[in-house]
């Protein structure tokens, strides 16, 4: 007779075995979550299912607006579109990864949580905003692993204008424990400090109690460094005790040696794969941004311990960038290639993660969607007048590394102030003063008649009217028009008396007025 | 002692007499608008209303002759003669004072009033009026409640914490231009049917508009495009329309940005606008500080004078303030050396800030600056209190609850008693 015990021990060796050979073998028979099971099964508790794919022409708008904050050309979308391979949308995601607009529109992300902006009230000088946002870029571009991203930032030292890491904590507009620990929280935990009790929020404070800063005889150079007898420091006088004792916000605690940095404390606890946040945060984080809505609600300012609308899909994100080594591109394609990103947008409001939600283009994506048509550019404007804020009208703005540097259109369209770092600082409704910028300025109409959009669908229309509206079709909206969209225009032309100029910049016009131009969806 | 009473009593003898001060005695009604001129770069209170001719050529320059205006005692600069002629209108305060030199902090401190820091940003008085009076308040008009002629003002964002709803309506274009182009109400070379014409092409390739109309997203865009086309089409824009004015009345304001701007707030305050705020930029005048004054002096002297005397003759003077001043004044030592040759530099210890209508006492002068304009001599005023009174004026509690998406207590203005100085303008009010 076998002992019970053993017996249990044996099946889960058995057990364990065999999930292993399964694994190992690929075994398309293993039970692996997926992102579409787990979507799929919340959507059929409510009697719901995932909503048909998005065509190829759907899905390459889709995806270029989404990872470059930019739409496809029509030679784009003729070289996406030919590609006979089954893998097309794989290696589409793939080679946008390696476009600069990438990291450019990456790093505008990351520019509205880390608050890269000049003064005020941000504490960044413009060469300071310049390094800050170069370092990030440069993160972006090289796919830095996240945990070594956070690190670097939470631990960094140094000039502002030569150690670029240093700016995370002088942007601050107040220096103290507390404002410390909320941009470390709700950037890196998406947790909102408030929502911790006072206790947790005092002991996380504590890390960044010796942070230090002064000036150097450079004009606005400041040297952030680490003060083992900063006033106020949470050990006081190094050599007044043998070991520091901290406590995380997990609860758990550590005894730290008093001459160590407690930064350095902090970012071991922060990017261990055990830690219970930091994996989920940047995992949902980037659901919202392609999705259009966060699993857990704020994204950076949730409540401990609130409503997570599916826990199981969290864990299973963070899971899969801890298990990539921290690669956050791993993560990209794993959501881009499920069918839950590349379902039709239409859809009821529950659950509300589980639809790829139809939303306005971000300002800076629609400014520069906008430059495309009319040639324009925005008239950038900074209110320090100094080296490094004079932006030429061609700078695409999602590129801009200044939150202060801005146009009146960026500003109309609810470019975020980058004051507080929080998500809901975008202002993507659409307002009664932007319609009328859209529908009726001269600015835009006269854009519209002398840009190049309209020079390269007449140069078509000469061939035949049909290229030309298939052309304002595929470069504004990208995809053909449907064949009653086909017979409106028609039958407007024909009113019109024939493809004219004006006829052209009418339908332009409609085109960019119409919710597909304005929307992702 | 018996004969400051006697003289009291012949005073009050005097006051009891007096019509127009009699009616001064109670409180004045709640003011109903604010245009707001705000000197982008903060102008020298030397130069403007608070001269010293005394203080010797370092510190006035070539500006050693104020001129006397139509209140005994109070002088102004020499380059404000029409605003001379109306002092009784207004009131001066000399003794402004935040004590910071930066454009970015002055700033926040005088559109807002509270101290910078604390992780929050406050909004400026404009979105604070456009929150209590505009379109939560019974406010119906279809013009935006908080109209900024004609460019924002850019370093912060305006609304603050209340959020875009709060945000002003910036009307870019220029008025003194043969058509006031407001961004997106008024476009030149369209005409009505060619409007009709494409509106119904849009509607009918707005597919995915049709499509997914129930999406809240859409929905909202729709409305939002809905009201833009009333506004477009209807007769609210012709606020803006200045050619309405009689070429008098234009000329007397000065044919130039800032003179026309004052007339479309004149026009923008009449149909209802609760806060206009004119953005008159190219004060911070660090180089060739007096050849900027003598050209911008004329503009801002007769654009002031004229808004004060219109309003005024349209009855509106009493239930509108015009706030005057810009984030600071400017150091009262002249830098002769290069580059600046003879500029003056961003000075927040004490400077200067015009009040005129709206239940605001003119003819008055309140506090003072040392012999040179260098700090505050008497009854330092704060942005609080400033911006307290006018709030006050407005009806609008200015320690009152400032309802806000953060859920966090917070008040429209810090309470009196918080920090230092003698609080609001009582003495004016």
Redesign the interface.
Known sequence: MIAPGKATSLCLVLLLWSLGYWAAAQSSQAPKPTIDGIVSRALAAGGKSLNAPVSDEAYISRVYLDLLGTRPTVAEQDAFLADPSPERRAKLVEGLFLRPEFADYLSLKWGDILRVKS???SNLWPNAVQAYHQWIREAMRTNLGYDKFARALITGSGSDFRDPESNFFRV???RDPA?FA?HVSQTFLGLGLDYLDAGTATELGRFFSRLAFKRSMEWKEEIVYTDPLAPGSAAGPASASTSVSYRFPDGSRIEASPGADPRIVFADWLCSPANPWFARAMANRIWSWLLGTGIREPVDEARLGGPEASPELLDFLAKALVDSGWDLRALYRLVLASQTYAQE??GD?EPSYARY????LDAEVLADALYRVTGKGEAY?S?IPEPFTFIPKENRSISLADGSI?S?FL??F?RP?R??GLA?ER?S???????????????L?QGIEQGPLLAEALALAKTGKAGALSYLYRSLLGRRP?PA?AA??EA?LKRKGGPSRQALV??A???V????F??R? | MKRTKLALALLGLLVAQSPRLQAQTGPAPAAKAVIQIWMWGGPSQLETFDPKPGAGYDYTGPWTKPIATNVPGIEIAQGLPLLAGIADRYAIIRSMTHGSNAHETAAYMMQTGHEPGGGIVYPSLGAIVSRFKGYDNGYTGQIPPYVVLTESQGRFSEEGFLGPRYKPFVTGGDPAKKVFAVEGLVAEGVDEAGLAERRALLESLDSLGKAQAADPAIAEARAAAGDAWALVTGEAKKVFDLSLETEATRDRYGRNSFGQACLAARRLVEAGVPYVTINYKGWDTHKEHFGVLDKKSGELDTGLSALILDLEARKLLDSTIIWWGGEFGRTPKIAWEAPWNGGRSHYGAVFSVLLAGGGFKGGRVVGSSDARAEAVATRPVYPRDLLGSILERLGIDPEGALPNPLGLELKTMPSQGEGPGKGRLKEIM
């Open positions: 003064e005020y009230p601050l507009p107040s404002s909320r947008s239409r409001a939600r139809i939303r306005r404007v209110p801005t009146s500003v109309k609810g102030s004051d507080r809901s202002n409704k659409v307002s009664v003063d932007q319609e009328l910028y859209l529908l009726n300025s001269s600015a109409r449907s969209e409106t225009v407007y009418d339908i016009w409609a085109l007025n119409s919710t597909e304005l929307f969806h």
